[in-house]
Each structure stands twice: as structure tokens, then as C-alpha cells.
């Protein structure tokens, strides 16, 4: 097996130790070309920055899209060091900070509104630090984005100001030192089904026409969200991109005729970074418990809690998995994969047919560039934390 070119046991010994994420620069580049392939070339593409803030990754996938979304102050600061204009740089998720709110409207900064706090604090701190903070609306939809993993918009939710609200705010807004923007609407993640993902681009756009009429100004951004997701398991289908642009791309001349000075943009996170990154570990231990088979590794869910089952899935199933440096090997079993922490939860694998693996082989956990290194519990049981390298 290679990743970027270098078999992986050279990569394990250039690393230095396990356990390791380890991201494929050229992957990145071909998911992003693909996209662009695929879409209109007026949409905009930005990287949603929690999906892998490594700052290596964030540098290249900069170098690639056409902006950042960003949802923290310490997110803040890594897309800062990119070649990113501040202008193509949007920072959304609840509860901002004034110091957050302060840094980035210093920056330049969008700001996506998430409540009428935010409004009146950023109006506040603009106007004392004497700049016209840039502000979009974070809008909770009235409609929710079908089969997602992750619902982010509809209902009742944390994120952003209810679709109905809006038109108070935007009248509330007109009085204040604020530089309009437009609207963010995100509604969802993990999302296969390009039917629901083009049924709410067309609500999203619907949506945005109706609440630009009382705006204070032209909507010059729009922000249809994202939510395409990636298989993991069995069964689970490639999202059709070209069904998502080509009906894109009849939704544009109406999105133009109402919105004319409006730059669309798409927010991808796990879509552009998750099939570029594996995750490795070694195996310590085999044992064999009434007839079950366990290989232990140096890993776990403190590194990757999602491929342990405990990040959103209702029921466990496995990651793709592979011994990586015995990919070949015709001799198999049937084992269980575990990390090393003390808990039933720490399973990496559960009962796969795998190639007969040994202590010291390499554990390879694929589909594992987004939501990895930093959506789990690193602290949990102390062990040395897992390294990252961009290849
Ligand atoms: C999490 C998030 C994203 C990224 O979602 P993916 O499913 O990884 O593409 C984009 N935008 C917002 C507002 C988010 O919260």
C-alpha cells in the first residue's frame, strides 16, 4: 500500500512512530478539480476549516479554493496565515465571543450572524474600534436539508436566527454601522442523496429571494450551505456531483435576476478532505478470547472516535480497514481491532475478515481526513496523542 507515493511502512518509519494521521496532498488537489469539473464556475468553493484544521492542509486546501469558513477564534488564526483574502474568510457557530468577534472584525472578517446579540455586539465593537464590520445572517431555515447524517437547519436549533426573525433583524440592522453581506444557510452534513441536496439549494435560493426584500442593502454573498458526504460502509454510494451542478446551474438565472450582485457560494468540509487521510496504528497485542480474535494497537478512539462508532452513527458499523503494509495476503480471519484505552467503546474494527496480522503490523483506517485528530477525546486515558503528517 502507498499514500502520496511512498509505500507505508517507509511512511511509518519517516514518521517515526505510531500511532499517525497521515493526509494525501494529491487527493486533496484531485477532489477539488473534480469539483470545479463539475460545478458552475460562478459558484464559489469554500473549505469548511473544522472537517481538518491541520494547519499544513488548511495552507494547501487554501491554495486551491476560493475561500474559508471558519468557526472559532483558534480557526481564526490558522486561516489568518493562509493567502486567503480576509474578504473570502466567513466565521460562523454559535456563541461568538466578543474577543472573537473583536479579532475578526479587526481582520475584515464575514461575520455570520448567529443571533441578535451578535448584531448588536459587533455593531458595538466596530464602532469602537472604528471599522464597518462585514456581517452575513446565519438563517435557520423553514425547511430542513432530508437524509442528512448531521441536521443542522430546521426545527428548532442552536444555529443561526429562525427564517422567520430575519426580516425584523434586517430592519434592525439598516440603523446600525454594519456592512451588509447576505445570508449563510447551511442545513446539513453527510448527505448521499444528491435529490435532497438539490431540492434545498432550491429552497435555500427560494429563501434568500424572499428575505432580500428587506434587507438594507443588496445581497452580495450567499452561502447555500453543503452537506456532501462520502461513503464509509458497505452499500453506501459516491454522492452524483453532476446532478448536484447541472441543476445548479438552472437555478442561477433566477438567483442572478433577484439577486445580481450575489456571489454564491458552496461550504464543504468532510466532502473535500475525507477520502484523502488514513489513519495508522501498530498492533501490540493479539489475543484470543473464546474463539474471538483481537488484535490490540497502539490507537483508539481518544485518536478516532469516529471509526470507533461514538460520532454520531445510531449504530456501530465499521470503518474500511485494512492491515497496510500485508495487503496482498491471501491467508485471513476473522478479528476484532481495538485501541489500548480501558473501555468496551474502543473498538476500531469489530469481527472483519482481515489478512492474518501479527504484532507490529500496520493498522490502516481509511476514509479518515475529516472529523479524525481533532473530533475526539485525546485526553481520555493519557496516551501520547497521534502525529499528523501531509504527504
Ligand atoms: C460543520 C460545518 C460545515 C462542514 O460540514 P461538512 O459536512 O464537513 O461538509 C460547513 N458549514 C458549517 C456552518 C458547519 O458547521
Redesign the pocket.
Known amino acids: 500500500m502507498q499514500i502520496g507515493g511512498l509505500p507505508l511502512t517507509r511512511l511509518a518509519q519517516r514518521v517515526g512512530r505510531t500511532p499517525f494521521y497521515a493526509y494525501d496532498r494529491h487527493l486533496l488537489t484531485e477532489k477539488v478539480r473534480f469539483l470545479r469539473e463539475n460545478l458552475p464556475p460562478e459558484v464559489h468553493l469554500h473549505y469548511?476549516m473544522?472537517?481538518n484544521p491541520m494547519p499544513a492542509v488548511v495552507q494547501h486546501m487554501a491554495s486551491l479554493v476560493d475561500g474559508l469558513?471558519i468557526?472559532s477564534g483558534g480557526e481564526m488564526q490558522v486561516a489568518l496565515d493562509t493567502v486567503t483574502a480576509t474578504g473570502n474568510i466567513s466565521f460562523?457557530g454559535p456563541g461568538k465571543t466578543e474577543n472573537e468577534l473583536a479579532c475578526a472584525i479587526a481582520a475584515g472578517i464575514v461575520i455570520n450572524l448567529e443571533s441578535e446579540r451578535e448584531m448588536t455586539s459587533a455593531n458595538r465593537i466596530g464602532l469602537s474600534l472604528g471599522y464597518r464590520p462585514k456581517v452575513a445572517i446565519r438563517v435557520n431555515p423553514d425547511f430542513e436539508l432530508k437524509s442528512s447524517g448531521m441536521k443542522?437547519g430546521g426545527g428548532a436549533k442552536q444555529f443561526g436566527v429562525d427564517a422567520e426573525r430575519v426580516p425584523e433583524m434586517l430592519k434592525q440592522m439598516g440603523k446600525l454601522n454594519l456592512d451588509f453581506m447576505g445570508f449563510h444557510i447551511?442545513g446539513g452534513?453527510?448527505n448521499l442523496k444528491a435529490e435532497s441536496i438539490m431540492e434545498a439549494q432550491e429552497k435555500t435560493i427560494d429563501l434568500a429571494i424572499r428575505l432580500s426584500r428587506d434587507a438594507p442593502g443588496p445581497v452580495k454573498l450567499l452561502n447555500i450551505?453543503?452537506?456532501?458526504g462520502i461513503p464509509y460502509f458497505p452499500g453506501e454510494q459516491p454522492l452524483d456531483v453532476s446532478a448536484i451542478g447541472k441543476n445548479l446551474a438552472q437555478l442561477l438565472p433566477r438567483a442572478r435576476q433577484f439577486l445580481p450582485d450575489a456571489q454564491l457560494v458552496i461550504?464543504?468540509?468532510?466532502?473535500l478532505v475525507g477520502e484523502a487521510g488514513i489513519y495508522v496504528c501498530r498492533v501490540l497485542d493479539k489475543k484470543i478470547s473464546r474463539e474471538q480474535v483481537y488484535l490490540i494497537t497502539d490507537g483508539g478512539l481518544h485518536h478516532h472516535l469516529a471509526a470507533s462508532g461514538n460520532f454520531g452513527q445510531v449504530i456501530r458499523k465499521n470503518y474500511p480497514v485494512a492491515i497496510g503494509n500485508k495487503m496482498q495476503a491471501t491467508n485471513r480471519e476473522f478479528v476484532s481491532i481495538v485501541g489500548s484505552l480501558c473501555t468496551p467503546l474502543d473498538i476500531l474494527a469489530d469481527k472483519m475478515e482481515m489478512p492474518v496480522a501479527d504484532i507490529g503490523d500496520l493498522v490502516v483506517v481509511f476514509q479518515s481526513g475529516?472529523y479524525g485528530l481533532t473530533a475526539s477525546p485525546g485526553a481520555f486515558l493519557s496516551h501520547p496523542n497521534a502525529l499528523e503528517v501531509l504527504v
Open positions: 469548511a473544522k472537517a469558513d468557526a460562523a443542522m447551511f452534513s453527510q450551505g453543503g452537506g456532501f461550504e464543504l468540509g468532510r466532502y475529516a
